[in-house]
T-cell receptor
Framework: GQQVMQIPQYQHVQEGEDFTTYCNSS?????IQWYKQRPGGHPVFLIQ?????EVKKQKRLTFQFGEAKKNSSLHITATQTTDVGTYFC????????????FGRGTQLTVWP | DTEVTQTPKHLVMGMTNKKSLKCEQH?????MYWYKQKAKKPPELMFV???????INESVPSRFSPECPNSSLLNLHLHALQPEDSALYLC???????????FGSGTRLTVV
């Protein structure tokens, strides 16, 4: 069964609007990673969160890891057409070489 | 060099063929991975190599045979595949300490 749930599956926004995708695990995660995959491309690593309650920012992107280390979110402020793609969270339980469980992804469409 | 190089980029093979996918990285990463990705789905883990030794096999059918000749190279040997094996095959690498993965651009495989 799916280890990491991610919603929504699709999100369509107008350029300039904000966007958020959420991930949730039924079990505590040792860390969570976020990836972006452009249409026709491959996943590209964005960030890793490790600490409970951690918040990291990359320009217009804000990543959060929940206090219980079971959920995470990615928020994009003022989307641009270059933000188009599928955003995946990937959570790991246990050891550093343990399985990375990918969420099903959120496909973001931005129209100008 | 911060890339993972995969060859070929596209492959069409018959169900009786034998072919190999190749992956190379020169980032000094000691963990390498094979993933399979179907359209609009997240990557699915197939194999993990750590320090050139197979550490995880996600119950992949024996028609897929991985090989890690050295710390920079990872191969996936294919034999007697089925049409449902058609997918994007992604190679990735990382440090064994569990940071983010660097994915190659993938091999788009079609089995006819």
């Amino acid at each position: 069964g799916q280890q990491v749930m991610q919603i929504p599956q699709y999100q369509h926004v107008q350029e300039g609007e904000d966007f958020t995708t959420y991930c949730n695990s039924s079990t505590t995660l040792s860390n969570i990673q976020w990836y972006k995959q452009r249409p026709g491309g491959h996943p590209v690593f964005l960030i890793q969160l490790v600490k409970s309650g951690e918040v990291k920012k990359q320009k217009r992107l804000t990543f959060q890891f929940g206090e219980a280390k079971k959920n995470s979110s990615l928020h994009i402020t003022a989307t641009q057409t270059t933000d188009v793609g599928t955003y995946f969270c990937a959570g790991r339980r246990g050891s550093t070489l343990g399985r990375l469980y990918f969420g099903r992804g959120t496909q973001l469409t931005v129209w100008p | 060099d911060t890339e993972v190089t995969q060859t070929p980029k596209h492959l069409v093979m018959g169900m009786t063929n034998k072919k190999s996918l190749k992956c190379e990285q020169h980032m000094g990463h000691r963990a390498m991975y094979w993933y399979k990705q179907k359209a609009k789905k997240p990557p699915e883990l197939m194999f993990v190599y750590s320090y050139e030794k197979l550490s995880i096999n996600e119950s992949v059918p024996s028609r897929f045979s991985p090989e890690c000749p050295n710390s920079s190279l990872l191969n996936l040997h294919l034999h007697a595949l089925q049409p449902e094996d058609s997918a994007l095959y992604l190679c990735a690498s990382s440090q064994p300490t569990g940071e983010g993965y660097t994915f190659g651009s993938g091999t788009r495989l079609t089995v006819v």
